[in-house]
């Protein structure tokens, strides 16, 4: 079975200062992993995923999340947060690559408040 | 082009009644994914299709919920008897392939009363 974990529901930095979100999972299979946000009332956008290769994968607004297997990791960060950053960030795993199909499933999400 | 499209956006039913929520994906998108947000959640899986055929609907939460999607494009989700505990918002989600990455719709938020 796989699961994930997100430490913190809710985070504040200030504007300019790093985002560090944390995410670790567990999986019986090669994980593939996810990072979506959500702005409040719509669904939700994928930032970045890792599926195989280079563990230190880039997204969408400058973000970023490193696979490290030995700590079952796949924290997202931001060098420098911006006011348009607020929202919910949701990590997620699937079985994909075990070869099955791409169901995500989700922690129960980080809500990151940026304060001016 | 148009995304993943969800209707009604709001939905509120009286305890009992029966509600059905509609989902157009992507055209062309083969995959199709139902899941239920409760309030300060993730998303929970409830089930997954693969053209018209429902192959995995370990999610849905009890005999009340039904799903269909019977020309393998638009899908209905369906919630009899309607309880408190189901509302949330409901999400679908399509791809374009077995591992393709999935495009979110917006959303229907059900509340119950």
């Known amino acids: 079975a796989q699961s994930v974990t997100q430490l913190g529901s809710h985070v504040s930095v200030s504007e300019g200062a790093l985002v560090l979100l944390r995410c670790n999972y567990s999986s019986s299979v090669p994980p593939y992993l996810f990072w979506y946000v959500q702005y409040p009332n719509q669904g939700l956008q994928l930032l970045l995923k890792?599926?195989?290769?280079?563990?230190l994968v880039k997204g969408i607004n400058g973000f970023e999340a490193e696979f490290k297997k030995s700590e079952t990791s796949f924290h997202l960060t931001k060098p420098s947060a911006h006011m348009s950053d607020a929202a919910e960030y949701f990590c997620a795993v699937s079985d994909l690559g075990g070869g099955a199909t791409n169901k995500l499933i989700f922690g129960t999400g980080t809500l990151l408040a940026v304060q001016p | 082009g148009a995304g993943v499209s969800q209707s009604p956006r709001y939905k509120v039913a009286k305890r009992g009644q029966d509600v059905a929520l509609r989902c157009d994906p992507i055209?062309?998108?083969?995959?199709l994914f139902w899941y239920q947000q409760a309030l300060g959640q993730g998303p929970e899986f409830l089930t997954y299709?693969?053209?018209?055929?429902?192959?995995?609907k370990s999610g849905l939460p009890s005999d009340r919920f039904f799903a269909e999607r019977p020309e393998g494009s638009v899908s209905t989700l369906k919630i009899q008897r309607t309880q408190q505990e189901d509302s949330a918002v409901y999400l679908c989600a399509s791809s374009l392939h077995r591992d393709s990455p999935l495009h979110f719709g917006n959303g229907t938020r059900l509340t119950v009363t």
């Open positions: 890792y599926t195989t290769g280079a563990t």
């Open positions: 055209s062309g998108h083969v995959s």
């Open positions: 299709f693969q053209n018209e055929a429902q192959l995995d």
